[in-house]
């Protein structure tokens, strides 16, 4: 109870000489300065709010155009055509107020909204500007004069310095594709997949739609378009992810890993103190695309502080505006660790010394408390139930807020993962450590788990539903960037020193009643049963990477998707249905769509290959697939896209009750090969080209299909590219050591195509 002793700013006690008050000064003291830093961030959230409302119009600018307006009315030049003597004669206040008061008020009201129509104005013509995308469809290293032009008037009206928010409301809304585009692009992508008589059946079934239904369904997204500000994004947040009932863990949640082929320090508690700080103090900066194209950054502000809720029909997503400490997991025990203390960011050293603490701590986990995360892990109804009933009150809500309020969550793992070039499974055992750890040792509701292994490796789980995984990416790029700046002292420990005692952590008490025992159980029982079926290997690819793929005279993504579909084929002796993520953040609150992998094209290269076809013709077909995949890549980004087009018409068709024999085809049909690449360099802080040894490894997920393969792929450096590949051991067809053995040997027989011998 020491803490609670500690938090009381003052107590008294009567006596017979009257009534005694002690003062604790220090405490009176935190209160003050946690006081003044809460509203030191809501003053500074307003002012970037106003920034970023008029950007890229600045204060400064406001300034000078007073001074343009003041100095014509000095030299006896209205400016404004006699609106000044309107807005005096008028305006409330104004019209009653003094001669002087009111001509020069009204000048100032006048330069004012002068401003303020400047700064629309530049507002909205960029926003005009960025809905041309005709520069992403140019080839690389040459570029139109229209482009140029384009380029210049987007540099020259964008401002300088942006923040991480100055261009949200410039950013140009998602517009509805027409049915036709849509129907016409989704049966050219299903093509290889069916033969004559199934196509047939599916144009028509197109043909029905586009004629019937469709049109009927698309007025209402072109509604719904104008009426919000993505007409896609909410639904998708809504169902693919809010309404599901089965466990997140390994079906939805993502994971990262360490840069691997380094480790900076062995020490546990020191690499977790640097990265919480490095995580703490990220900066605000305005993601741009090839330096000059804003995207959207609207999904950075759940990074922090937001939980995911569980419900009985849907969960919700509750981000808080601002939290002092982070939640900490270690040998079964919670605490609450602050990382604020009398106003101030606690120092690495000191974040460090209150880890210790905890590793100190020998107290064991009261009965249930060890295995009670695993309530994240299971099916969504019975935690929903089981919060509502055992968590709603008491001590078990305050510890349950302490974690649901903090900034993330902190798992300080009693186990070593490594990377070992010589023994592969290493690595695999690396991944699944962080996909899933042992099901109660994450709290898988948190935006994210920072998870520190005993011997200073690190990773993250990420929940899915806040943001997708570049969001994540960027944040933990920028975290091992700092990491790396902070340093460690020869012995491993955190540089700096100890400026003041910091606080104690403060251990999270529960009181489990046996019925929720045995919700915990369950939803463990759950967990395991997930973990035990999920097969995941672990590739790094070091024969070649981009730099040779470049030579190719090939996209490197085209390449290695191309290397997929082969590998695919010849495990499967057949094609699927292939998923690539790919982001829409040129438009406001865009998150992703979908890149359909397999086409004609790329079919018919993998079958030239097969049939041994002369080298020339392979390399034919590979350009022409890898151009057609390109394409489709583009079009993806820039709104004429297949599947979210799809996906929201479904939506309005069960809204209004309506069947579509053709949308239920459409999104009945298995993703057997689900991919995505891991971005990286997303910030200037490392130059990979002198220190390749800080390459990340990226991250992956689970298997999407019960018979498929999960695929995430990071093209780390000039020569290496990671691959992530997941299946299920229930299914007899599926191994992601031999799925990982194929893309091997895919990607080598790619590269002979292009040899001279």
């Known amino acids: 109870m020491a803490e609670a002793h500690s938090a009381v700013a003052f107590s008294f006690s009567v006596t017979p000489e009257g009534v005694n008050v002690n003062v604790n000064h220090d405490a009176l003291y935190a209160v003050w300065k946690s006081g003044i830093r809460s509203w030191k961030k809501r003053i500074g959230r307003t002012k970037n709010q106003f920034k970023n409302g008029v950007y890229p119009a600045t204060p400064m600018s406001w300034l000078f155009v007073v001074t343009i307006v003041l100095a014509l009315i000095l030299a006896g030049v209205d400016p404004s055509l006699g609106m000044i003597k309107f807005i005096s004669n008028h305006a409330p206040i104004l019209s009653t107020a003094s001669p002087w008061v009111s001509y020069y008020g009204s000048c100032l009201l006048f330069a004012t909204l002068v401003w303020f129509g400047k700064a629309f104005l530049l507002k909205y013509t960029i926003k005009s500007l960025l809905y041309y995308h005709g520069w992403m469809y140019e080839a690389r290293g040459t570029m139109t004069l229209k482009t140029k032009v384009w380029l210049g008037l987007v540099k020259f009206l964008?401002?300088?310095?942006?923040?991480?928010?100055?261009?949200?409301?410039?950013?140009?809304?998602?517009?509805?594709?027409?049915?036709?585009?849509?129907?016409?692009?989704?049966?050219?992508?299903?093509?290889?997949?069916?033969?004559?008589?199934?196509?047939?059946?599916?144009?028509?079934?197109?043909?029905?739609?586009?004629?019937?239904?469709?049109?009927?369904?698309?007025?209402?997204?072109?509604?719904?378009?104008?009426?919000?500000?993505?007409?896609?994004?909410d639904w998708w947040e809504e169902y693919v992810y809010l309404s599901g009932r089965s466990p997140i863990m390994i079906n939805s949640n993502f994971y990262g890993v360490d840069a691997v082929m380094i480790q900076p320090t062995h020490r546990q508690v020191s690499r977790a103190a640097n990265i919480i700080y490095c995580h703490v103090v990220v900066q605000e900066r305005t993601i741009l695309l090839n330096k000059t194209v804003p995207l959207c950054s609207n999904q950075y502000e759940r990074q922090f502080n937001t939980t995911r809720i569980p419900g009985i029909e849907k969960d919700k997503i509750v981000h808080y505006k601002d939290s002092q400490h982070i939640a900490v997991y270690h040998k079964g025990r919670y605490f609450k660790v602050y990382v604020y203390f009398r106003g101030r960011l606690l120092k690495p050293k000191e974040i460090e010394k209150m880890l210790q603490q905890i590793l100190d701590d020998e107290s064991a986990p009261v009965v249930g408390e060890e295995h009670l995360a695993a309530l994240t892990a299971g099916d969504r109804v019975p935690w929903a139930k089981a919060r509502e009933e055992f968590f709603m009150k008491g001590q078990n809500k305050a510890s349950l807020q302490a974690i649901e309020k903090a900034a993330f969550f902190l798992a300080l793992?009693?186990?070593?993962?490594?990377?070992?070039?010589?023994?592969?499974?290493?690595?695999?055992?690396?991944?699944?450590?962080?996909?899933?750890?042992?099901g109660y040792d994450r709290w898988f509701d948190k935006s994210f788990t920072l998870v520190v292994a005993s011997n200073g490796r690190i990773g993250f789980n990420g929940e899915h539903s806040w943001a997708d995984a570049p969001i994540m990416g960027h944040v933990w790029e920028v975290a091992q960037a700092d990491d790396r700046n902070l340093g460690y002292t020869e012995d491993g420990f955190c540089m700096g020193t100890i400026d003041q005692q910091p606080p104690n952590p403060i251990r999270l008490v529960w009181d489990?009643?046996?019925?929720?025992?045995?919700?915990?159980?369950?939803?463990?029982?759950?967990?395991?049963?997930?973990?035990?079926?999920?097969?995941?290997?672990?590739?790094?690819?070091?024969?070649?990477?981009?730099?040779?793929?470049?030579?190719?005279?090939?996209?490197?993504?085209?390449?290695?998707?191309?290397?997929?579909?082969?590998?695919?084929?010849?495990?499967?002796?057949?094609?699927?249905?292939?998923?690539?993520?790919?982001?829409?953040?040129?438009?406001?609150?865009?998150?992703?769509?979908?890149?359909?992998?397999?086409?004609?094209?790329?079919?018919?290269?993998?079958?030239?290959?097969?049939?041994?076809?002369?080298?020339?013709?392979?390399?034919?077909?590979?350009?022409?697939a890898a151009d057609v995949h390109q394409k489709g890549y583009r079009d993806a980004m820039t709104g004429n896209g297949i599947d979210r087009h799809l996906f929201c018409m479904y939506v309005v068709s069960k809204y209004l009750g309506e069947e579509s024999p053709f949308l239920h085809k459409v999104l009945g049909e298995p993703w057997r090969l689900s991919t995505s690449q891991t971005p990286h360099q997303q910030t200037n802080k490392l130059d990979l080209v002198k220190h390749p040894e800080h390459i990340s490894a990226g991250g992956g997920f689970g298997p999407v299909a019960d018979d498929g393969y999960g695929v995430s792929y990071i093209i780390a450096g000039e020569d290496v590219v990671f691959f992530h590949i997941s299946c299920k051991n229930a299914c007899a067809t599926t191994s992601a050591q031999k799925f990982s053995d194929n893309i091997v040997k895919a990607l080598d027989d790619i590269k002979r195509l292009f040899s001279k011998d």
């Open 158 to 233: 964008g401002g300088r310095k942006p923040l991480l928010m100055s261009y949200q409301s410039s950013l140009p809304k998602l517009f509805v594709p027409k049915v036709t585009d849509t129907t016409k692009r989704y049966l050219r992508s299903v093509r290889p997949l069916l033969d004559d008589e199934k196509y047939k059946e599916m144009e028509k079934l197109a043909l029905e739609f586009e004629n019937g239904l469709g049109k009927k369904l698309n007025r209402y997204l072109v509604l719904k378009s104008w009426w919000s500000v993505n007409y896609v994004s």
């Open 413 to 438: 793992d009693d186990e070593p993962q490594t990377f070992d070039a010589k023994d592969p499974s290493k690595l695999s055992n690396f991944g699944k450590a962080m996909l899933h750890g042992k």
């Open 512 to 624: 489990l009643p046996k019925p929720c025992l045995q919700v915990i159980e369950n939803s463990y029982e759950v967990a395991k049963q997930l973990i035990s079926d999920v097969d995941l290997c672990l590739l790094k690819h070091d024969h070649y990477g981009k730099g040779f793929m470049k030579t190719c005279k090939v996209s490197p993504d085209a390449y290695i998707q191309l290397a997929l579909q082969l590998a695919y084929f010849r495990m499967e002796k057949k094609f699927c249905l292939t998923y690539e993520s790919c982001m829409t953040r040129l438009f406001r609150e865009g998150r992703t769509e979908t890149v359909r992998s397999c086409t004609v094209e790329s079919s018919a290269f993998v079958r030239a290959i097969e049939d041994g076809k002369p080298k020339e013709e392979c390399i034919s077909l590979m350009r022409k």
